[in-house]
């Protein structure tokens, strides 16, 4: 079976730092929700919700066990090495034991590996990215913007420097295996008997657990910090685009690396404008006088203010004019076009000395009218 890595505190719904009463509020309210006689029409998923929050709730709800989660991410079996096996016939559990036999005992054994400081390595891992969206303005995307943002995120417990472990308190034998870091278990399979050593889950094979979690985190290694960082955002980002900063995420766990910020662009709509790849159409209607005798039009533009566009005597409806390089820049930051396109309103009631100078001017052009 997979383990897959699963988010209790997620799947409560409940912060890291959530007291037991907090926790205890949270599942009974979940419990009720998903029950799954109350969702008859989706059964199957409400009944894995079901057991992800009674899962959740075993773990978070026992000190003991959440502090392990906190420490190694999971809590039970073996770590990530376990995953996509599987249990199955009597060849696979003997290549399985083989393996461990092999990969680990006898590696040990032979290449004198301290066996401790593997361990270690082993349960230490990457601490989560976090996702955080920005939005820009059509006008950031011309020459790029800088952007403040403040998250909340995880960082390394200044306190126990990530053990997890109160300063000073020191170390005793773990109970669960005596103090050697490993587990025997005794096997029969097809091809013969085994004995098969795994690490110790409980102190993740180190022998020792702290005799007293760290008070600031609570044995986590990890404390939730307010952060301000400051975003660069490119000239010409697509909506959609994300910018990863590394290390920008929350802690490692046990020495673990740290995660990654991943800041997710979105273009905010500005609907003066459409964009057409790298050009940007702008719709301007004018009067049916003003496209016969001509004008000046004033045109905003994508970084602010505005142009004065001329538009001569005589333009046809539907005529576009293009301002060059006033769009959007390129991968190569030259900017695409700007197209206006104009549009003329005919009147439709005219005043009646509006109609007397045009039924004129009609006699006069000799267009014959009514
Ligand atoms: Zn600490
Ligand atoms: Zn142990």
């Not at 059509?138 to 011309?142: K, N, Q, T």
């Given at each position: 079976m997979r383990r897959e890595k699963k988010d209790y505190y997620e799947i409560l719904g409940v912060p890291r730092n959530a007291t037991q009463e907090e926790i205890r509020r949270a599942y009974k309210k979940l419990v009720k929700e998903w029950h799954p006689d109350r969702h008859p029409e989706n059964r199957k998923e409400a009944e894995q919700r079901f057991k992800e929050i009674q899962e959740a709730y075993e773990i978070l709800s026992d000190p003991q066990k959440r502090a392990m989660y906190d420490r190694f991410g999971y809590v039970g079996e073996q770590p990530s090495y376990q995953e996509g096996r599987t249990s199955g016939s009597f060849f696979e559990d003997f290549l399985r034991d083989f393996e461990d036999i092999f990969n680990r005992d006898i590696f040990e054994v032979f290449?004198?590996?301290?066996p401790h400081r593997r361990e270690r390595k082993e349960y230490s891992h990457r601490g989560e990215d976090i996702k955080y969206e920005i939005e820009v303005n059509?006008?950031?995307?011309?020459n790029g913007t800088e952007i403040p943002i403040e998250y909340e995120r995880y960082e390394t417990c200044p306190r126990c420097g990530g053990t997890g472990v109160e300063p000073d308190s020191g170390y005793i034998n773990c109970p669960k295996c005596g103090g050697t870091g490993r587990i025997r278990e005794e096997k029969r399979s097809f091809f013969g008997y085994f004995v098969s050593e795994r690490t110790c889950d409980e102190c993740g094979g180190t022998g020792k657990i702290p005799r007293e979690l760290c008070h600031e985190c609570g044995g986590s290694g990890r404390v939730l910090r307010r952060v301000r960082r400051t975003i660069k955002i490119p000239p010409n980002v697509e909506d959609g685009t994300q910018l990863r900063i590394p290390g920008g995420g929350n802690a490692g766990y046990y020495g673990g690396p740290y995660g990654d910020l991943i800041v997710i662009v979105r273009l905010k709509p500005d609907n003066r404008f459409r964009k057409s790849g790298k050009n940007l159409l702008y719709d301007i209607t004018i009067d049916y006088l003003q496209a016969i005798l001509g004008t000046t039009v004033e045109i905003p533009l994508p970084e602010g203010g505005t142009t004065m566009l001329k538009i001569p005597a005589g333009t046809q409806p539907g005529t576009v004019f293009k301002l060059k390089g006033k769009g959007l820049p390129d991968e190569y930051g030259r900017r695409g076009d700007l197209l206006v396109n104009v549009q003329v309103e005919i009147p439709k009631n005219l005043s009646r000395e509006e109609r007397k100078v045009l039924e004129d001017l009609a006699k006069k052009r000799g267009i014959p009218i009514t």
């Open positions: 290449f004198g590996e301290e059509l006008s950031d995307l011309i």
